[in-house]
């Protein structure tokens, strides 16, 4: 009933920059908070950034001062600017929101996308 849509992902060289974006469609009433998370093959999901319905934002320490989180909450839409990319940063990168949805329930759920794959050649 509700999707999130992630794009953006790609290979670049380190140093370089991605912008990663996400929209969520589908039956919303609204969206609380906003993430993005990564995945290595072998490793834990770990947290990326999240931003609040506010626009307070947290980032993970590793990443900090380099991606830049933000939303747009009109569009239900959260974007991860992500520059001076290392090899490190290497993982599918994963969208994640807090919905009430638009059924008569309006349950409060945690819906994740498919997935973008980030790659930082060395």
């Known amino acids: 009933q509700v999707q999130l849509g992630e794009s953006g992902g790609g290979l670049v060289q380190p140093g370089g920059s991605l912008r990663l974006s996400c929209a969520a469609s589908?039956?919303?009433?609204?969206?609380?908070?906003m993430g993005w998370y990564r995945q290595a093959p072998g490793k834990q999901r770990d947290l990326v950034a999240t931003v609040t319905s506010g626009g307070s934002t947290n980032y993970a320490d590793s990443v900090k001062g380099r991606f830049t989180i933000s939303r747009d909450n009109a569009k239900n839409t959260v974007y991860l600017q992500m520059n001076s990319l290392k090899p490190e940063d290497t993982a599918v990168y994963y969208c994640?929101?807090?919905?009430?949805?638009?059924?008569?329930?309006?349950?409060?759920?945690?819906?994740w996308g498919q997935g973008t794959q980030v790659t930082v050649s060395s």
């Open positions: 589908g039956s919303i009433f609204s969206i609380d908070a």
């Open positions: 994640n929101a807090e919905i009430r949805g638009g059924s008569y329930t309006r349950a409060v759920r945690v819906w």
